[in-house]
């Protein structure tokens, strides 16, 4: 078995966010992921909006620059997580095909085992 | 035992595989195993069952490195394997399942395209990394780094080494055929280079599409890629004049043509074409077939090929099918047609840079004697190729229209 990180990736910019409707419907279809692959769920959690976000990078001489926004701007941002266990990529491709990303999609990387 | 490479060393690496779980390891194994064979046969005689010979010793040699190295440290992760030990000796019953596995896992769309091609090229037909290398016309230094990363993603994200589940395996067979097709355009017209046809590389399609019919026999896209293949391949020896220049379709000697693989490619559209609906390669094999069996170029039957691309296009809706669809409609209703429908597409972005459309597009014109619009045509095709029997073929038709004006001029 091994794990992987499945990463959420949306549109914060969508217009179709802004229906109280689009969300309620990503929620519900969140639960009925969590029902359906329990078994493999090791963890997730749903982000705030990058706009709530704090980066902080590095230097070459080890100071650290504290900056409001996400650490990459990009159009499709990090929204949320999966932490899952299966026995081998095309496993966890198929969990994370049920996955709601309407506005995007999702990353798949394996956990580097410790 | 060059035969028995081509012929056996996905079987025997495939089946090595199983017992090392990890490619490379397998790999040296199996290069081995050939070493000994190439000694062991020359004084004992060839094996009836080369195959098994080989797949025996291959297997043994990788049991005796796994208890040598049990203790060492692995720096990447095993394959993830369904079966994990078989028969040591013999082609066993799922011999076959395991070059499928092989070849699922060489051609998993978590690779990108080119790293596919290249792990199937010397995985499944053994070619060295140098020979793939000079495949993709890259230093062989630059193609080593893209297997070991290539392998490496196959370890540490657990790419399974396993065919598909019935549910995954219709678009998973697909992603096999795009590689095995792209092996084959990329030796029919090579993008680059001297020479128009790569017959390392058309040969070694051949070989893939033969063997995922042994495999997946009642598939009908594997049937209508190894027709297309057969097909198009057939005219290889005609394609190209003595000198290495390019010869039209129109102006190819069709006794030339091998009819036994045409029979075979006949066969195999006819099959494939029961299946509804018909298969982007199954269509473009049957399109190929009635190329193969007109007679004459004059006596091609034009309508049913703009009929087949009708049905292609709506398959497989590309800029290149619908080129080829107007070129047809050229064909088969006269070259006014032919532009009209060129025309059509000119917003299309790709073809805006596609030599074929504009070399298209000049042969219309000139079939229509509007020789200066031919040339700007020809002269704008010949800036979008880098192949030189392409562009020889293109500069003739540049300098035989001007000779040609030349003559009309001084009558």
């Excluded at chain 1, 949306?10 to 229906?19: A, C, G, M, T």
């Excluded at chain 1, 230097?59 to 899952?84: H, P, Q, R």
């Excluded at chain 2, 129109?250 to 509804?276: A, F, N, P």
């Excluded at chain 2, 229509?368 to 392409?390: K, M, P, Q």
């Amino acid at each position: 078995m091994s794990e992987y990180l499945i990463l959420i990736y949306q549109d914060e910019s969508d217009p179709s966010w802004s229906d109280p409707a689009t969300g309620e419907k990503v929620m519900k279809g969140h639960m009925a992921f969590g029902e359906k692959h329990g078994a493999s769920l090791r963890g997730g959690n749903a982000l705030h909006y990058t706009n709530s976000a704090t980066s902080l990078r590095h230097d070459k001489s080890g100071k650290v620059t504290v900056t409001d926004g996400a650490f990459v701007e990009t159009k499709e941002a990090l929204g949320g997580y999966y932490l899952i266990e299966a026995p081998d990529l095309d496993a966890a491709l198929a969990i994370a095909k049920d996955v709601p990303a309407p506005t995007g999609g999702v990353e798949v990387r394996p956990i580097m085992p410790t | 035992m060059a035969e028995a490479h081509r012929n056996e060393w996905a079987y025997v690496l495939a089946a090595t595989v199983r017992v090392t779980r990890d490619i490379d390891a397998a790999e040296e194994c199996v290069q081995d195993a050939f070493a000994r064979a190439l000694t062991d046969w020359t004084a004992n005689g060839i094996p009836i069952k080369p195959g098994a010979w080989l797949t025996t010793v291959a297997r043994r040699l990788a049991l005796d490195q796994q208890r040598r190295h049990a203790t060492h440290a692995r720096l990447l992760p095993l394959l993830v394997a369904d079966v994990d030990d078989g028969p040591v000796d013999a082609r066993s019953d799922d011999a076959g399942d395991d070059r499928l596995r092989l070849i699922f896992t060489c051609c998993h769309p978590a690779l990108d395209l080119e790293s596919q091609i290249a792990l199937t090229l010397h995985f499944v037909c053994g070619l060295t990394t140098a020979e793939v290398a000079k495949a993709f016309l890259i230093k062989e230094s630059a193609m080593a780094a893209r297997l070991t990363r290539a392998k490496k993603k196959i370890a540490v994200s657990h790419i399974p080494y396993h065919v598909p589940s019935a549910d995954e395996l219709p678009d998973r067979i697909e992603a096999v055929l795009d590689v095995v097709h792209l092996v084959f355009t990329t030796g029919h017209t090579a993008p680059s280079g001297s020479s128009l046809v790569r017959d390392d590389l058309t040969s070694r399609a051949l070989q893939l599409a033969r063997m995922l019919r042994e495999l997946l026999t009642s598939d009908p896209g594997v049937a209508g890629l190894l027709a297309l293949i057969l097909l198009s391949d057939a005219r290889r020896t005609s394609r190209t004049s003595e000198t290495g220049a390019l010869v039209l379709l129109e102006d190819q000697d069709r006794s030339k043509w091998d009819h036994e693989s045409i029979l075979e490619g006949i066969g195999l559209v006819r099959e494939s074409l029961t299946h509804r609906p018909p298969t982007r390669f199954s269509l473009m094999a049957a399109i190929a077939a009635v190329h193969a069996e007109a007679p004459s170029f004059s006596e091609t039957d034009w309508g049913e090929i703009v009929s087949i691309y009708d049905l292609l296009l709506l398959t497989w809706p590309s800029p290149v099918v619908a080129l080829n669809r107007a070129v047809a409609i050229g064909f088969a209703e006269g070259p006014l047609a032919g532009l009209s429908a060129l025309d059509e597409l000119s917003s299309d972005p790709f073809l805006a840079h596609y030599t074929y459309y504009e070399s298209a597009r000049a042969d219309f014109f000139y079939r229509l004697g509007h020789c200066e619009r031919a040339v700007a045509s020809y002269e704008l095709a010949l800036l979008l190729t880098d192949n030189a029997v392409e562009r020889s073929f293109l500069q003739q038709r540049l300098d035989d229209i001007s000779s040609e004006s030349a003559v009309k001029g001084a009558s």
